[in-house]
T-cell receptor
Framework: EVQLVESGGGLVQPGGSLRLSCVAS????????MSWVRQAPGKGLEWVAN????????FYVDSLKGRFTISRDNAKNSLYLQMNSLRAEDTAVYFC?????????????WGQGILITVSS | DIVLTQSPDSLAVSLGERATINCKSS????????????LAWYQQKPGQPPRLLIY???TRESGVPDRFSGSGSGTDFTLTISSLQAEDVAVYYC?????????FGQGTRLEIK
């Protein structure tokens, strides 16, 4: 059974940093593109970042470039999101998600999500 | 960025009746070389992550009941639930994966009348 389990969330002050983790199981993690998608409270979905199976290519939504960094450790079946200079508008549930295919960004498995609250 | 606009924002349908949700794209998402529409639909129940229902506008994901169907091409798409069940109460999102960044519609809340 495919499972994605996020951790590392919580309350952080504006300007602070946080690192999210997502541990994958039930599939060959190193063969899949992975992504982070976020959802502000009561709002819709926003794609954050993608990373290639071997970690060599990374893509970000323009509005977050330079503040967020996606990475992975295939030996640990883990995906990460380093978030710096956090702002109130970064408050959201962050989901890690597996891409269905190498060629296109459709997500067939999602974690339960982890809440990040940016507030003083 | 490609903007997806869903209609209606919310919808109430009686059990056993048909539910129809629309998604209009600001740009064509039909890729001419393979004739595929780069459009997906997701279902999200309260407190849960999204669940993939349909991709390529009309291909049902494994395990999705056949009462869910997708149609449309180019810029106009529809998700249809042929006979609404109580467990279908959720918010539904369309998503385009034609352009970068991928984008989602604002969501349509489906309730029981």
């Amino acid at each position: 059974e495919v499972q994605l389990v996020e951790s590392g969330g919580g309350l952080v002050q504006p300007g602070g940093s946080l690192r999210l983790s997502c541990v994958a199981s039930g599939f060959t993690f190193s063969s899949y593109w992975m992504s982070w998608v976020r959802q502000a409270p009561g709002k819709g979905l926003e794609w954050v970042a993608n990373i290639k199976p071997d970690g060599s290519d990374k893509f970000y939504v323009d509005s977050l470039k330079g503040r967020f960094t996606i990475s992975r450790d295939n030996a640990k079946n883990s995906l990460y999101l380093q978030m710096n200079s956090l702002r109130a508008e970064d408050t959201a549930v962050y989901f890690c998600a597996r891409r269905l295919s190498d060629a296109y960004s459709v997500y067939d498995y999602w974690g339960q999500g982890i809440l990040i609250t940016v507030s003083s | 960025d490609i903007v997806l606009t869903q209609s209606p924002d919310s919808l109430a349908v009686s059990l056993g009746e048909r539910a129809t949700i629309n998604c209009k794209s600001s740009q064509n998402v039909l890729y001419s070389s393979n004739r595929k529409n780069y459009l997906a639909w997701y279902q999200q129940k309260p407190g849960q992550p999204p669940r993939l229902l349909i991709y390529w506008a009309s291909t049902r994901e494994s395990g999705v009941p056949d009462r869910f169907s997708g149609s449309g091409s180019g810029t106009d798409f529809t998700l249809t639930i042929s006979s609404l069940q109580a467990e279908d109460v959720a918010v539904y999102y369309c998503q385009q994966f034609y352009g970068s960044p991928i984008t989602f519609g604002q969501g349509t809340r489906l309730e029981i009348k």
